[in-house]
């Protein structure tokens, strides 16, 4: 059963395009996967980024943010971040924290949700 408010996100907010934000997710329990995810107006949500917090920290990102957004976990494994470099207009979207069972694309993967954190992208 997903759980609300169990991850605490920040970083989002307003920024011109080629812009960067850095968003941060603190959590405090042990999932096997942690990963970001995004919806815009009218839109379903889909994956942007997953790491995996066991060893290696092995990550997957989304076709349209590679190579400008990073995610990245802390060596205490309780925040993971996700820096984005290079933003588009329609990188705009609330962007959601995931702790999820196993590292997918896929909402059906996670167990509990952020409260989301709003980034906007427009000059």
């Known amino acids: 059963q997903v759980q609300l408010q169990e991850l605490v996100e920040s970083g989002g907010g307003s920024v011109q395009p080629g812009g960067s934000l850095r968003l941060s997710c603190r959590y405090n329990y042990n999932p096997g996967c942690m990963g970001w995810f995004r919806q815009a107006p009218g839109t379903e949500r889909e994956g942007v980024a997953t790491i995996y917090t066991g060893g290696g920290f092995s990550t997957t990102y989304a076709d349209s943010v590679k190579g400008r957004f990073t995610i990245s976990q802390d060596y205490a494994k309780t925040t993971v971040y996700l820096q984005m470099n290079t933003l588009k207009p329609e990188d705009t979207a609330m962007y959601y924290c995931?702790?999820?069972?196993?590292?997918?694309?896929?909402?059906?993967?996670?167990?509990?949700w952020g409260q989301g954190t709003q980034v906007t992208v427009s000059s």
């Open positions: 995931a702790a999820m069972s196993w590292c997918a694309m896929d909402t059906s993967t996670v167990e509990f």
